[in-house]
């Protein structure tokens, strides 16, 4: 039963490898430039991914000297959009991205925080912060989205603690705590619920809760578990009951945590699990960073790719796809492979960078499905969504679900519309959600049988921020120059506005309310010395930076 359960929940993958290095996945893109530098035999290190207010979809990746932003929108044909010298050379470097803002260190040099503002998208990225006033170098950051918080783990200015920074205003982080932690050497952490897992490698596993960020309270450990290793990184199933963590030790097997009583966290053998690509020869395999999205974990390997387990029973995860990007690889020498694996994006597509041969992008590979797809669009009217869909064919096709998500991963069903049955001819489908969400709205199509199989259309992206319809009428003025505020379109629903002005250190300058009734607003930037400013409006529920220049 439960192989029957994996093979359903993949959307009915081919039962048989795709070619000798995967299972159910292949790739469909890949970037790599063999003219940059080398460290230590390698030329990669960490990968995130992004999807834009139109959907368009990029892969941020890091190199020895640089920081790579490409647009994958079309994955075949990777699109270079920008890249920033970080000031120094690094094996390290980390990436995460919070609204329109992307962040990255590096664990080598003096390069501090570098800020990207990604809403200039598809056409350019913007450096528009970089700042080693807290900390020269770390090894990790993690962004917990629900406080705005960035939390940045073993640095140099407080190795065995933590640096943590508002986002309130995203261009210019305001460090709010420096906060010594038990367990010594803060290696990587993941934050949920105000709740922080750390890897304090060769110490363990400890849990804090930061309610108080300046003096955080511990709530549980785990120093000692079988196969113990050096305690990498880890990740929250969706639950929250069961944390997925890697040892980044040579033989030592991916781990399943109960987490759900705290003071009592326990992993046993059977919670142990690992890539076997070159058994019974060798079983010394090392996994790097897992990602979990539902009930899949996709691990980031040294050596052995992109693999990806079924974690629904934790007694019992079976692996049910991998894509090998180091296939020539014959032993576990070294420390090459996947650095990481990013699963998030809309699309399904997931990406991965490979220390030696850079981006990879990859798709599941699935048997052909009873529908043949030609359009799934959507766009947003009056304040509904309009979704329309086509399709070529139809075969024992009973009816789509309509399903909805905030993240693009947790979907769901708000609707249905029932299928052609049989059909040869095009037909044409539409369904329109009257109440949408704030902000991005993902939505996909569950397409079932009669006999009650399923299968998922592409995922789509639809805007419902209606604050958008708010711009700037220039954002780089002279000094004294008043900055005016303007109402495009419809803003039903905002009411009044909340205006404040800080600057690039998060100071409030000016603050003020916008009613309805006044499509344009001045505002004085009377005593402003010259230098970046944030706006930030609020209103309706909703909340947006709009960054400003004053020029001499």
Same mark, same amino acid.
């Given at each position: 039963m439960k192989s029957v359960l994996a093979f359903c929940f993949w959307g009915c993958f081919a039962l048989s490898s795709y070619a000798q290095d995967s299972l159910n996945m292949r790739m469909i893109g890949q970037w790599d430039d063999n003219t940059l530098p080398l460290r230590a035999g390698g030329a990669y290190s960490d990968i995130w991914g992004y999807t834009d207010g139109n959907g368009n979809e990029y892969a941020i990746i890091g190199s020895i000297e640089k920081i790579h932003f490409f647009n994958i929108t079309n994955p075949s044909n990777p699109v270079l959009i920008d890249e920033f010298a970080g000031g120094n050379?690094?094996?390290? *470097?980390?990436?995460?991205?919070?609204?329109?803002?992307?962040?990255?260190?590096?664990?080598?040099?003096?390069?501090?925080?570098?800020i990207f503002d990604l809403q200039y998208l598809p056409d350019s990225v913007v450096l528009v912060n970089q700042t080693n006033t807290h900390f020269n170098r770390c090894h990790n950051i993690f962004i917990d989205e629900e406080y705005n918080r960035l939390y940045v783990t073993g640095s140099n200015a407080n190795p065995s603690g933590l640096l943590i920074f508002n986002l309130v205003v995203p261009g210019a982080p305001s460090l709010i705590a420096a906060p010594q932690m038990t367990g010594g050497y803060s290696h990587d952490l993941f934050v949920r619920n105000d709740t922080a897992y750390l890897s304090h490698g060769n110490t363990g596993l400890y849990i804090y809760k930061m309610s108080s960020p300046a003096s955080p309270t511990l709530l549980g450990t785990l120093t000692t578990y079988p196969e113990?290793?050096? @305690?990498?990184?880890?990740?929250? /199933?969706?639950?929250?009951?069961?944390?997925?963590?890697?040892?980044? /030790?040579? &033989?030592?097997?991916?781990? #399943?945590?109960?987490?759900?009583?705290? !003071?009592?966290? !326990?992993?046993? /053998?059977?919670?142990?699990? *690992?890539? /076997?690509?070159?058994?019974?020869?060798?079983? @010394?395999?090392v996994a790097h960073n897992p990602f979990v999205k539902g009930d899949t974990v996709f691990i980031s390997y040294?050596?052995? &790719?992109?693999?990806?387990?079924?974690?629904? =029973?934790?007694? =019992?995860?079976? *692996?049910?796809?991998y894509y090998d990007t180091e296939p @020539? @690889? !014959?032993?576990?020498?070294?420390?090459? &492979?996947?650095?990481?694996?990013?699963?998030?994006?809309?699309?399904? *597509?997931? #990406?991965?960078?490979?220390?030696?041969?850079?981006l990879i992008i990859m798709e599941f590979y699935a048997a052909p499905l009873p529908v043949e797809w030609l359009s799934f669009e959507g766009e947003l009217a009056e304040g509904e969504v309009l979704l329309h869909w086509s399709t070529a064919t139809e075969t024992n096709n009973a009816y789509f679900e309509v399903e909805r998500s905030t993240d693009g991963m947790e979907f769901s069903p708000i609707g249905r519309v029932e299928g052609a049955l049989e059909s040869t001819t095009t037909r044409e489908y539409q369904f329109r959600d009257r109440n949408p969400l704030p902000g991005l709205n993902y939505y996909r199509l569950r397409q079932v049988d009669?006999?009650?199989?399923?299968?998922?259309?592409?995922?789509?992206?639809?805007?419902n921020k209606?604050?958008?319809?708010?711009?700037?009428?220039?954002?780089?003025?002279?000094? &004294?120059?008043?900055?005016f505020l303007e109402r495009r379109g419809e803003v039903n629903g905002l009411g009044v506005i909340q205006l404040n002005v800080a600057n690039a250190e998060g100071g409030l300058m000016r603050s003020l309310s916008w009613t309805a009734d006044h499509p344009v607003i001045e505002i004085s930037t009377e005593g402003f010395s010259p230098g970046t400013y944030y706006l930030l409006l609020e209103g309706g529920g909703k909340q947006e930076s709009l960054p400003f220049v004053l020029v001499r």
């Open positions: 050379q690094s094996i390290w *470097r980390d990436i995460k991205t919070f609204s329109h803002y992307a962040y990255a260190v590096a664990d080598e040099g003096t390069e501090g925080l570098m113990k290793g050096y @305690n990498h990184s880890s990740w929250l /199933t969706k639950d929250g009951d069961h944390l997925v963590f890697c040892d980044e /030790t040579k &033989g030592k097997g991916v781990k #399943i945590a109960d987490v759900s009583d705290l !003071t009592d966290i !326990t992993v046993t /053998t059977s919670n142990i699990f *690992r890539s /076997t690509l070159l058994a019974p020869l060798h079983t @010394n395999s040294y050596h052995d &790719g992109v693999q990806v387990f079924d974690i629904s =029973n934790p007694d =019992n995860v079976v *692996r049910v796809a @020539n @690889n !014959t032993d576990y020498l070294g420390w090459y &492979g996947s650095w990481g694996v990013y699963p998030y994006l809309p699309s399904g *597509r997931i #990406i991965a960078s490979d220390i030696l041969h850079g009669l006999d009650g199989q399923a299968g998922f259309s592409k995922i789509l992206s639809v805007e209606e604050i958008e319809h708010i711009s700037l009428k220039t954002n780089v003025l002279q000094t &004294g120059q008043p900055l």
